[in-house]
């Protein structure tokens, strides 16, 4: 349903719109210009410079280039002067083709010397994004659309080459070259050629704005629509096999069939705009050409103009309107550019939770002691999930921690990587408050074997040296057999140079859990935080990969957050929450001897296990 906008309001509205849109274009431009003209590298604005000059000379070129036209015709009709005639009209006619050579010699050579400062501005800015998207935190991740935020990012890109290449080698020249034949025509031929030239080119280039501008809406909301239908692609393709379980093809096609008939809509509704303003530029340009030409073909029939000046000023005209015809397609593109980019740059601004203080020090870990203090947090205010943890950790000890779903077991492992900020309390490694420390030097200290081991799309050797940048074959090998996985590895055809498939697919549960702790032994770190490493496997394949865990944590502080109470019976303490707060702490023996909540989960546990055998 539309719903007609009300008579007393459009204009302030859409004034207010308008004025609102073109401050956000300028504040996006002011954004880009320093990718062009970047400080402390004048190689750049050296470039910049002579590709500017390239093109004034290019455009000098073009405008003098109808005069050897006309001087070739005049000599032709027996009109030209005596200079003409000595020169010949074939002499003329070469000059002609030689200043023809020259202008595309010129915008050749100015896009040899920019080619460079795009390319390079497209790098530093993808990069910027690409590390800025790293730095955000964990619960911008958990809600983001994978596939609508590369669109996002790759139109934003896009529209930064485009904006810095037709932005300035488009319009700026556009506009000087109307200038120069503005002024020829005035001084050549008289004020009216100049006014006709004058109104043709304004009324096209408000036609053009204007509906343009209406264009843009239709365009962002295409651009919704094409977002949409590309992350429910994405979406359904990352979970496959979820789909194949649920016999789920024919939902998931109807899904994306109707995200792609809302796109249809939207982008049959932007052609057919497209089709009335390519018509309505060509009405103008035609209009304003034929009257132009009239006047010069009356004067020549009265004599006040020569053959050659008619060809001169049609050749003029000619050059306004095809870059006229030009700036309608740049001005959308640039318009949908400015667009493209300003849901980029919405992404750049987008805050990290989670920041290092300008102060911040290296973590120094000497005997990795774990404090929590008096620790609450939330991920939503109006909902705690830890209320007032206090908790110790020695150097060197095993501490499990267990308790019902929701008790915010697995919120303790992300507030220790500190992938969120406790709301209240302090969590502290050898005395140091994690908000005091660098995330970079904390993560370094922490290795984390997750429940579901997530492998990059390469080879095991990648995955393995993933732990440690720069790690040696050796080194690969080494932290292989220590995670017992070395045999089954050269077992393979490929061996270490195996690939393992999206998301390690390739491989089976056990494996990638394996291949998961080699890569933290590699890394090497003093703490350890095992995050239900197991509880996805099979009781066969969990048996042999505690033993790999065991060994693992010799010589350093574990966490580990626990599904299966059968794998933590030999840590040091065991601590139960429930709620968000502890209710029960100690060895595995004394909290079965307290018939307490732990006593009560042991129990079930072991029936289930009974039941099931």
Do not use: C
């Amino acid at each position: 349903m539309t719903v007609a906008p009300s008579p007393n309001l459009p204009d302030s509205a859409a004034l207010k719109a308008d004025k609102t849109e073109q401050a956000r274009s300028l504040r996006i431009i002011r954004r880009v210009m320093p990718y062009l003209w970047p400080g402390g590298e004048a190689w750049i604005k050296r470039r910049v410079v002579l590709a500017l000059i390239m093109l004034v000379a290019a455009k000098l070129v073009a405008v003098t280039t109808p005069f050897f036209y006309k001087a070739a015709v005049d000599a032709l009709a027996g009109d030209g002067t005596g200079w003409m005639l000595a020169v010949g009209a074939v002499g003329l006619t070469v000059a002609y083709g030689v200043a023809r050579l020259m202008e595309i010699g010129f915008q050749e050579l100015r896009n040899v010397l920019f080619t460079r400062v795009g390319q390079r501005a497209l790098r530093r800015l993808a990069l910027e994004t690409f590390a800025h998207i790293h730095r955000l935190s964990l619960r911008y991740h958990i809600t983001r659309k994978t596939g609508g935020l590369s669109r996002v990012i790759e139109r934003g890109v896009k529209g930064v080459e485009f904006l810095l290449r037709f932005l300035l080698f488009s319009i700026f020249p556009l506009i000087l070259q109307l200038i120069m034949i503005a002024v020829i025509f005035f001084v050549v031929f008289d004020i009216w050629y100049l006014a006709a030239v004058v109104l043709t080119i304004a009324l096209y280039v408000q036609f053009t704005f204007k509906v343009t501008e209406w264009r843009v809406r239709q365009r962002r909301e295409m651009n919704r629509q094409d977002t949409d239908a590309n992350q429910k692609a994405i979406d359904s393709l990352l979970n496959f096999e979820t789909v194949k379980y649920f016999n789920a093809e024919g939902l998931e096609a109807r899904r994306y069939d109707s995200a792609m008939m809302q796109y249809e809509r939207a982008a049959v509704a932007t052609n057919h705009s497209l089709a009335f303003l390519n018509f309505g530029q060509a009405l103008l340009i035609t209009s304003g050409l034929v009257v132009v030409m009239v006047m010069a073909a009356m004067g020549v029939q009265n004599g006040t103009l020569t053959v050659g000046d008619f060809v001169l000023v049609n050749a003029y005209m000619i050059q306004i309107t095809m870059p006229l015809n030009f700036l309608g397609t740049v001005y959308r593109e640039i318009r949908q550019a400015l667009v493209d980019m300003g849901e980029m740059f919405d992404l750049l601004d987008q805050p990290a939770d989670v920041t290092d203080k300008p102060d911040a020090t290296e973590l120094q870990v000497s005997e990795g002691t774990i404090s929590f203090d008096r620790v609450e947090f939330g991920y939503d205010p109006a909902r705690p999930i830890l209320k007032g943890i206090d908790l110790h950790v020695a150097g060197g000890q095993s501490v499990a921690i267990v308790g019902p779903s929701g008790s915010g077991k697995s919120t303790i492992g992300r507030l220790l990587f500190r992938f969120y900020d406790v709301t209240e309390g302090a969590i502290r490694i050898d005395g140091q408050d994690l908000r005091d420390v660098t995330q970079d030097s904390l993560h370094l200290a922490i290795g984390v074997v997750p429940q579901d081991t997530v492998l990059f799309n390469d080879t095991i050797a990648y995955n393995i040296a993933y732990g440690r940048e720069g790690a040696t074959r050796d080194e690969i090998i080494a932290a292989a057999k220590a995670a017992r996985i070395h045999d089954f590895i050269t077992s393979l055809p490929e061996g270490y140079d195996t690939a393992v498939g999206e998301r390690g697919l390739k491989l089976s549960g056990g494996e990638k859990q394996r291949v998961g702790i080699a890569r933290t032994l590699l890394k090497n770190p003093p703490v350890l935080l095992l995050d239900e490493a197991t509880s996805a496997l099979d009781t066969q394949t969990e048996q042999s990969i505690q033993d790999s865990l065991r060994q693992m944590s010799e010589g350093r502080t574990v966490l580990t957050i626990a599904h299966r109470l059968s794998t933590i019976v030999d840590a040091d303490r065991i601590v139960v929450l429930d709620l968000g707060r502890i209710v029960e702490a100690g060895t595995h023996d004394e909290l079965l001897a307290q018939s307490g909540q732990y006593a009560k989960m042991w129990a079930r546990q072991r029936s289930d296990s009974e039941a099931v055998q």
